[in-house]
């Protein structure tokens, strides 16, 4: 069970970044959670949103290179320990983490960790067999 | 005979020069066509006749040959003399994915020697001088000639070595250095580095600057003279075979001596290929007249120059030309090293296993730092939402290139949207 995460590749430029919220908020698109990670030239910024299609569709057709990504969204307990349970888990299994980011979920006390494992499917594994809980991409547009 | 040949060849009287110019063209013209495919074909596609040539100024029935046609016949497609005749083999970077292969004889070998020796001692190195090379690996075959030419006359060489400009300033002012062979480029950004940190140039025993690759304007002459304390002088060669001093300046620093008793020069018309009124500029044109294992027929160089008709002050009747800034072939001019699109773009294709939809390049000429800069523009295939792939990509991409052309190259990843016309791959030098 996967989740969808939409890439936007963004030169290190002054005004980009706002160029490309302006394009997302004129078509309504919300950002439920983002990551940039960036160097001294580029940046990649990875993005959440209520609706990847749509938001996918207006940054291309603005003129930006994007790509759908599936990664794992993992629901956790809002406490102490509760990445680390899950890091222990993929160490023990011998998956590599390639970036991860997080946010606070809406529900009470817990928390949203977006993962890309390497390899992912090895890492999807390791969370179902734990138990922990995965939320889809309707979950994720629906909060 | 050769050796002898060169040292008093300069001073020939020219209704002489003209004879033996066409005794030796006839020779190679008819050499080049009985021992070489490429010509002899190339001759028959053209209907041109070996015997035609009459003259040296029918030699414009022959066709041309281009700088593409040498790296087609990769690796030893174009030698005309059996392998085991040959004594050296060199290899320049050439327009598209093979480099540029030539071969050498050994009497090539001590004609080239001579060549180089009778540029580098018109700049009036001698035995007591210390010679610094430093040049880019793209030009690496020039600096293996200097450093036999100037060993031929005695100076202490330090040989090419790909070392940092922190390391090359510190052995020429360590090392006592008093002669540098580089490149215009390089000269001024070692100026500005030497000046930079404090040096006072009436320190350094530096009084020579042999500078090849790339024109010198009026311009930086007086920028690197005025600011080091010393005399340029420009050497004109081909890098696809060894020859710096394929045209050299004398003391008087007005024009390039063209070295007529080794090869015919024309300056033609970069359009239509024929002759340009003297005095006109045009492209110039090279036919090798010495050379056994590697002969050039009416090779295109891309250099713009002026023939210079008036007899030189200095007494030498080579003919003198004025090599002028800007190329007209589609190859640019990086640090002395002539790159070409289509070379750029088949070595990135290779590395990235795909073939880049969006790029740019530009030269840049910092205060301290050039070479090529690359564009590459992220579309759905070089992208990845991984910085660690795309760093990889810029790594692999500026790795091979700076090997390939032998000249630095940064890679940068822009947006397929920010890379300005699409029709203008070449971009404006950077500073």
């Known amino acids: 069970m996967m989740a969808e995460q939409i890439s936007v590749f963004l030169e290190n430029k002054a005004g980009r970044l706002a160029e490309m919220a302006r394009i997302l908020a004129d078509a309504s698109i919300n950002i439920r959670a983002l990551s940039l990670a960036d160097t001294s030239d580029f940046g990649v910024l990875r993005l959440i949103v209520n609706d990847p299609e749509k938001a996918r569709t207006v940054l291309k057709d603005n003129g930006f290179t994007v790509r759908r990504t599936e990664v794992a969204a993992v629901e956790l307990e809002d406490r102490p320990g509760g990445l680390l349970a899950v890091l222990d888990l993929m160490d023990d299994a011998g998956v590599n983490i390639e970036y991860m980011y997080a946010y606070a ?11 890309r494992f390497d390899p992912m499917e090895k890492g999807l594994e390791v969370i179902e067999k734990a138990g922990l809980p995965l939320m889809e991409g309707t979950d994720l547009q629906a909060w | 005979m050769l050796e002898t040949d060169v040292k008093t060849g300069q001073y020939m009287d020219p209704a002489q020069r003209l004879q033996r110019q066409l005794e030796l063209l006839q020779a190679t013209i008819n050499r080049a066509h009985g021992t070489v495919p490429f010509y002899k074909n190339r001759f028959m596609e053209n209907r041109a006749e070996p015997s035609s040539v009459e003259s ?3 030699i414009g029935r022959l066709p041309f040959t ?10 030893y497609g174009l030698f005309a003399v059996p392998l085991r005749d040959i004594v050296r083999i060199h290899t320049a970077p050439g327009l598209g994915v093979h480099p540029v292969v030539s071969g050498y004889t050994r009497q090539d070998l001590v004609i080239w020697r001579e060549i180089a020796t009778r540029a580098l001692s018109t700049a009036g190195l001698g035995a007591s001088d210390i010679l610094q090379i430093c040049l880019d690996p793209g030009l690496a075959n020039w600096g293996r000639d200097y450093k036999d030419a100037a060993e031929a006359l005695g100076a202490s060489v330090i040989p090419l070595t790909s070392l940092s400009m922190e390391k090359q300033r510190m052995i020429l002012a360590d090392y006592k250095t008093s002669v540098l062979s580089t490149t215009p480029t390089f ?23 042999v500078l090849a690759g790339e024109p010198l304007t009026p ?13 340029a002088w420009s050497h004109y060669g081909l890098s696809e075979v060894p020859g710096p001093g394929l045209a050299f300046e004398c003391e008087e620093h007005h024009g390039l001596h063209l070295s007529e008793d080794h090869f015919l020069a024309e300056i033609v018309d970069p359009a239509s290929g024929t002759p340009v009124p003297e005095g006109e500029e045009g492209e110039l044109t090279l036919t090798t007249l010495t050379t056994r294992a590697f002969p050039l027929i009416r090779f295109r160089t891309g250099d713009r120059m002026r023939l210079i008709p008036e007899p030189c002050p200095c007494g030498r009747t080579l003919r003198r030309v004025q090599w002028l800034p800007g190329r007209l072939d589609d190859t640019v001019l990086i640090r002395g090293v002539k790159v070409h699109q289509d070379q750029i773009l088949s070595h990135m294709s290779r590395v990235l296993s795909l073939v880049p939809r969006h790029f740019r390049f ?35 991409v500026s790795a091979a290139l700076s090997q390939e052309l032998g000249v630095p ?3 940068r990843l822009k947006e397929t949207t920010q890379m300005g016309p699409e029709n203008q791959k070449w971009m404006p030098e950077a500073l």
């Open chain 1, 105 to 115: 979920s809406p529900r009470g006390g817990r928390a949203v960790m977006i993962f």
């Open chain 2, 56 to 58: 040296l100024d029918s």
């Open chain 2, 66 to 75: 281009y700088r593409k046609d040498l790296a087609e016949h990769y690796p």
């Open chain 2, 187 to 209: 000269a001024v950004q070692l100026m500005n580095t030497l000046l930079a940190s404090g040096v006072n140039p009436n320190e350094l025993a530096l009084r020579t600057l």
């Open chain 2, 219 to 231: 311009e930086t002459r007086q920028a690197l003279e005025e600011g080091l304390h010393l005399t």
């Open chain 2, 362 to 396: 530009r030269p840049v000429r910092g205060e301290t730092a050039s070479g090529l800069e690359v564009w590459l523009g992220v579309d759905n295939d070089v992208f990845s939402d991984e910085v660690k792939i795309l760093e990889g990509r810029v790594q692999a």
């Open chain 2, 409 to 411: 190259v940064s890679v």
